[in-house]
């Protein structure tokens, strides 16, 4: 609390900060708890103090109402300070002392509450699964997918304030639950900004649903307002999983660091990896500065654009749908320069018909559908599939309804036939969008129903392995900086 008044002014008076309450009648010589404040006593210094204009000590009554005006109480018997007598009591009732203290209790305690359910429930709302786990596949088919590096292009779990350390009852994935499914390297999509509204057909950003998501969550006050502060925090948490991890789960930012995970997962299954990605350079906030220091945080593989435009292109599910701009020429220069992906997910035909222009390394779409089999704006042409196989990139195949059509194990395993016959069986991979507010037809204990599926389906086991997981993996031995 301290000193909240004016400099060389007197005479001091005494009070208790607890919310205003000044002493008892019968302790009229008690002294503040928390310090002295300096009172005003003429009408211009009045109006100079910060606490009250009036000359009047805020009441509970008063910060009550100012605070909570549905709270019709009386200010009547609650403690009153005059401007010069220290020596005065502050008298006030013991009911209303006790009104008070209850009110602000439960106000609290509401708050708090909220706070402490509120992002489970609403997340549970949001990431879904169609069969809860256990899931069985055959002995053949589950000695053969432990055999396999399984790799995941797209999960936005750290949007999410879980413990991703801990085995969850909800949501798509954590990293107990990823060891148990046998994915061996999963990369997290990190979400900075999402349109209210959010469709699938045309978006601006007139209002932003991270923020209240940040603040609910209790996330830094420097996310509430940047996107590129969000990126930053949720990079933060993904190296603090780490970290807490005692060696389970590795981030990886470098080739020599992959080759090294790839090496000591074959002798033990339940080590992880993870990659960091980010959906929309809005992320990057038109500068960039600020890309490189993304790309210092951790950030290997970047999303051009999201669910709207932005200042270096056009989304699938924008206003405009527009191409890259000269800014975004520029940022996939850099990202290339910089070996950083790109990554085509959510661009508008525009766009993707840009960076094929001018992009020199393999290009990535990390969790999309096919136009072949799921006619949808959010998917990808034959013609695009076959343009972006050609830089020697992959397509990661998702598991939602707007990318399948069809929410299953068939459905999945269709549309990845679809994308090998399109594509080559060398750009097809997995590209779950688990914990991005989808409905899944299994958690992530579940990848082992592919593997089953696709063999069932009639593919070998060398094309399998790859779509599995190899062809990403050359992808970013392709693209990785060495270190």
């Known amino acids: 609390m301290g000193d909240f008044g004016q400099r060389g002014l007197e005479p001091t008076v005494s009070f208790d900060c607890t919310l205003g309450y000044g002493p008892s009648p019968r302790a009229k010589d008690s002294i503040c708890k928390c310090g002295r404040i300096h009172w005003l006593p003429d009408e211009s210094n009045r109006r100079a103090n910060p606490v009250s204009r009036s000359g009047v000590l805020p009441t509970p009554a008063r910060v009550i109402r100012r605070l909570f005006p549905m ?76 055999t396999l ?16 350390l801990s085995y969850g009852t909800y949501g798509h994935i954590d990293i107990p639950r990823l060891a148990k ?62 970290a807490r991890s005692r060696g389970q789960l590795t981030v990886i930012e470098g080739v020599a660091q992959l080759d090294r995970f790839v090496e000591q997962r074959r002798t033990n299954a339940e080590l992880v990896a993870g990659l960091l990605a980010i959906e929309g350079l809005q992320a990057i906030e038109g500068q960039l500065a600020n890309l490189d220091a993304l790309r210092t945080a951790g950030f290997r593989l970047m999303g051009l654009t999201h669910f709207f435009d932005n200042q270096v292109g056009g989304s699938a599910h924008g206003v405009t749908k527009s191409g890259l701009t000269e800014f975004g020429r520029q940022v996939v220069r850099r990202m290339e320069e910089e070996h950083v992906v790109v990554d085509l997910a959510h661009a508008s035909p525009r766009l993707i018909d840009d960076v094929l222009a001018i992009a020199t390394r393999p290009l990535v779409v990390s969790h999309t559908g096919l136009k072949g089999t799921c ?52 750009h097809v991979g997995l590209g779950s969008d688990f914990d991005g507010a989808t409905t899944a037809p299994f958690d992530t204990t579940g990848i082992p129903l592919i593997t089953d599926g696709l063999r069932n389906a009639g593919v070998s086991d060398d094309d399998v392995a790859k779509i599995m997981g190899a062809n990403v993996l050359r992808v970013l031995r392709a693209t990785l900086p060495e270190r």
């Open 71 to 146: 709270y019709h109480l009386s200010a009547r018997g609650v403690g009153r300070l005059y401007a010069f007598d220290s020596r005065r009591p502050l008298g006030h009732s013991a009911a209303m002392r006790r009104v008070a203290f209850l009110v602000t209790a439960a106000l609290v305690g509401g708050v708090l509450l909220v706070f402490a359910i509120l992002p489970g429930v609403v997340e549970r709302g949001q990431n879904k699964v169609l069969q809860p786990p256990p899931y069985t596949t055959s002995v053949a088919a589950r000695h053969f997918h432990d």
């Open 181 to 242: 499914g046998g994915v061996a390297l999963q990369i997290f999509g990190v979400v900075t900004q999402v349109p209210a509204g959010q469709n699938y057909d045309s978006n601006d950003l007139q209002s932003d649903l991270i923020t209240q998501l940040a603040v609910v969550q209790l996330w830094p006050a420097a996310t509430w307002s940047s996107p590129k502060e969000r990126a930053l925090y949720q990079a933060e948490k993904l190296h603090d999983f780490a």
């Open 375 to 426: 006619e949808h704006i959010r998917n990808l042409s034959d013609e695009h599939v076959r343009r972006i196989a050609a830089t020697g990139g992959v397509i990661g195949i998702g598991y939602w309804d707007a990318a399948v059509c069809d929410v299953s194990v068939a459905g999945i395993v269709r549309a990845i036939q679809y994308a090998v016959g399109v594509a080559g069986i060398d």
């Open 149 to 164: 590096f399984v790799a995941d292009l797209h999960a936005d779990a750290l949007l999410w304030n879980r413990n991703l």
